[in-house]
């Protein structure tokens, strides 16, 4: 048995994640709806992706689809190259709602797929350690989930998240649950991980945020690309007349 953890290194491992003719459909009362239409996308290692538009347009599909919690109808995904068959600690996923297990302290919720590696327990201690001051919340070790605020409980989320030191974040809609001031503490952690050069996908509906951090932005509507390029490109000189009312609207 390996006596030094088994974590990957370096740090900031970051992790090319592509998509080639995407296609998943669900049969929902009788009725097929297309969630993702033939859908070919690159997101560079180190590239921060936003993926933005209307309600039910397919982001959440794509995600699920990304972190293998779901697979395509046709078309394939890579990592790095590499084919990706289901679920895996190369990518870390955080959604709307923090989903830690209330029974566990934040520490052993950010620690659990950490502790079933073999490696010292102590290196182990001070990754875990690393990780809750990386997102705040040191002095809150022996806290439960419930006698957090929201945004403590995301911020644990993300420290789970990056506890296997994945390729690639995946984030959700991580502060649509959250309370303005609470949103900000959420969105400073993910600009600290974006400004380390990772790979990480957001779906949001925060436009500020897209705008201000990421490097790609994705405009989804009814489970098709309709416009793609860099944030100075789709906020500031949108092309797509959809993507222009979906701005006026603010991004609902
Ligand atoms: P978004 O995250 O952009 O709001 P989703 O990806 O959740 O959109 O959903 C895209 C479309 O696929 C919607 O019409 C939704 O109702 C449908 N859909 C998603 N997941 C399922 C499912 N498991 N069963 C049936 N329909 C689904
Ligand atoms: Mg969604």
Redesign the pocket.
């Known amino acids: 048995m390996a006596d030094t953890l088994t974590l990957p290194r370096p740090r900031t491992a970051a992790g090319e994640v592509a998509l080639h003719g995407v296609s998943?459909?669900?049969?929902?009362g009788g009725r097929e709806?297309?969630?993702?239409r033939d859908v070919s996308l690159t997101v560079a290692a180190g590239e921060f992706l936003a993926i933005v538009?209307?309600?039910?347009?397919?982001?959440?599909?794509?995600?699920?689809l990304i972190a293998g919690l779901?697979r395509p109808d046709a078309g394939h995904i890579t990592l790095d190259g590499a084919a990706l068959a289901g679920p895996g600690l190369d990518r870390g996923i955080v959604f709307q709602d923090h989903r830690l297990l209330p029974w566990l302290s934040v520490e052993r919720n950010i620690a659990l797929a950490l502790r079933s590696l073999p490696g010292p327990e102590a290196e182990k201690t001070a990754r875990v350690a690393e990780l809750i001051a990386l997102v705040g919340l040191r002095g809150f070790e022996a806290a439960l989930p419930h006698q957090l605020s929201g945004g403590m409980s995301q911020r644990a989320a993300i420290a789970r998240a990056l506890c296997m030191e994945p390729k690639a974040l995946l984030f959700?809609?991580p502060t649509s649950a959250l309370d303005p001031e609470l949103e900000q503490e959420v969105i400073r952690v993910i600009k600290a991980l974006a400004d380390e050069g990772r790979t990480m996908i957001i779906?949001t509906h925060d436009m500020r945020m897209a705008a201000d951090v990421s490097d790609h932005v994705v405009f989804?509507h009814q489970?098709r690309i309709e416009e793609e390029g860099s944030p100075d490109m789709l906020f500031g000189a949108p092309r797509s007349e959809r993507l222009r009312q979906f701005l006026r609207a603010g991004g609902e």
Do not use: M, N
Request: hydrophobic share 35%; proline share 4%; net charge positive.
């Open positions: 998943r459909s669900f049969r929902a709806v297309q969630a993702l538009g209307p309600s039910g347009c397919g982001k959440s599909t794509l995600l699920r779901d959700d809609e779906v989804l489970g």
